[in-house]
């Protein structure tokens, strides 16, 4: 483990030699994570856990010898305390509730882009460094840790990089949207990039504050359309 340097080890598992290489590329543009491997089976995953002892492991669920999820038990019985997200196609509800038994700290459907991954990981780290530093004296402390990142921070303070005049901007744009709103429709509204209007988009969604689903074209990569929650 990487506690005292600061740093997030991540090991990278996916079947598709170039995806497992966009995913690499992907995280090691967040700080403060550090891809030291990647695996493109459920025995080369195995293997590396143990030989390089990451923090987070980005799984898939479709490898070509075992299921993803049939991996975490093994590890757990290896002895290792690994976090796992888990990084999949796999849409089946069996497969979203094994995930959840299985304790995986969050479950990104492909395919993605960076603006999907990167607040995910932010999301993890804070959620981590919470529990690596946590004193608890009583039940605040624990619901504290529970509620993580996924949590409006207290005081209402954003996270670095998102103004308050911006997000009200974008909360008003979802609340006067006659259905859902995509990322470049509240972009051309309020007069900002696509890239922002997705962050705030998926800060609200992170907060519970509005509800997010995917639209599928004939073509392409499915659409993230958001709705704010009444």
């Not at 340097?5 to 992907?26: C, K, P, S, W």
Request: glycine share 8%; aromatic share 6%.
């Amino acid at each position: 483990m990487t506690e005292s340097a600061g740093t997030i080890d991540v090991l990278v598992v996916d079947d598709d030699f170039m995806v497992a290489r966009v995913h690499r590329t992907f995280v090691e543009r967040v700080a403060p994570f550090r891809v030291v491997g990647t695996a493109h089976t459920g025995e080369q995953a195995i293997e590396a856990v143990d030989a390089l002892r990451p923090d987070l492991v980005l799984l898939d669920l479709y490898l070509p010898d075992l299921f993803g999820l049939d991996v975490i038990p093994r590890l757990r019985t290896a002895g290792h305390d690994c976090d796992v997200m888990v990084i999949t196609a796999a849409r089946e509800a069996d497969a979203v509730r094994g995930a959840v038994r299985q304790g995986v700290v969050d479950y990104l459907l492909k395919p993605f882009d960076y603006e999907d991954l990167q607040p995910r990981l932010e999301r993890y780290a804070t959620q981590r460094g919470r529990l690596l530093t946590t004193v608890v004296r009583g039940q605040a402390d624990v619901d504290r840790v529970l509620a993580g990142a996924f949590a409006p921070p207290a005081g209402g303070a954003l996270p670095k990089g998102l103004s308050v005049e911006t997000a009200q901007l974008v909360e008003r744009a979802l609340r006067e949207a006659d259905g859902t709103v995509s990322a470049a429709e509240a972009a051309t509204t309020i007069g900002i990039s696509r890239v922002s209007a997705r962050r705030y988009l998926e800060y609200f969604h992170a907060t519970g504050t509005a509800d997010v689903a995917l639209r599928y074209g004939t073509t392409g990569r499915p659409e993230r359309r958001y709705t704010w929650r009444a």
